[in-house]
């Protein structure tokens, strides 16, 4: 499910583990501010962030959340409520694959008002490439990807965004690094490749 890394969606619905994958890192979700991403919550997966009992409740847990609060604050990560027809289409996802009530209604809600889906979760990409097409389905590493191909993070930015996830002991390090260094090999193509073609047309 390889997508192109110069193509982008920035209105997305976002999923919890995608929400905690984007703040763990203020250089990465600084620049998805700057380069105006809009990424919208169920209100199930702001109760998975926000209000869901935990077992054990770490200090990377709680920044995580006081940085969601702080951003929606400003108007970021707005959440909406699902209608009864999204409901209905959780009911019938539920059938499909077993994954949390947050990453259904998030899939479901993106069906519904046309929106992509971002999610780190592979069970979540693979239902959600069944029910809205691949291509409107993608993760955080290609959006980290798309940011260093557009020139929106500096290659100095990454050693601060790889050291910063993993302080939250987030599990996507090998992925952000994969998709920096796809970044400068199809920046590095698109230099030479002929007008109109995209980085992975050659």
């Not at 499909?96 to 259904?104: C, F, M, N």
Request: aromatic share 8%; charged share 30%; proline share 2%.
């Amino acid at each position: 499910m390889s997508r192109r890394i110069d193509l982008i969606e920035k209105a997305v619905v976002a999923d919890t583990c995608s929400v905690w994958n984007l703040l763990s890192s203020s250089t990465l979700h600084r620049a998805c501010v700057v380069a105006r991403f809009d990424f919208i919550l169920t209100d199930f997966v702001l109760y998975e962030c926000l209000h869901k009992p935990r077992k054990e409740q770490r200090s990377a847990d709680a920044t995580l959340q006081e940085r969601l609060k702080d951003a929606r604050m400003r108007q970021q990560f707005k959440n909406y409520s699902l209608a009864l027809e999204d409901l209905q289409e959780v009911a019938i996802l539920e059938h499909r694959r077993r994954l949390s009530k947050g990453e259904l209604a998030s899939i479901a809600f993106a069906k519904r008002v046309g929106l992509a889906f971002q999610t780190d979760d592979m069970g979540a990409r693979t239902l959600a490439a069944m029910t809205l097409a691949s291509e409107r389905v993608q993760t955080t590493p290609h959006v980290v990807g798309w940011l260093f191909y557009e020139g929106r993070l500096a290659d100095a930015d990454l050693a601060e965004i790889l050291r910063e996830h993993q302080s939250f002991e987030r599990p996507l390090r090998k992925f952000f690094q994969e998709m920096y260094e796809e970044a400068m090999r199809c920046r590095l193509l698109s230099r030479s490749a002929p007008a109109g073609v995209g980085p992975s047309d050659g």
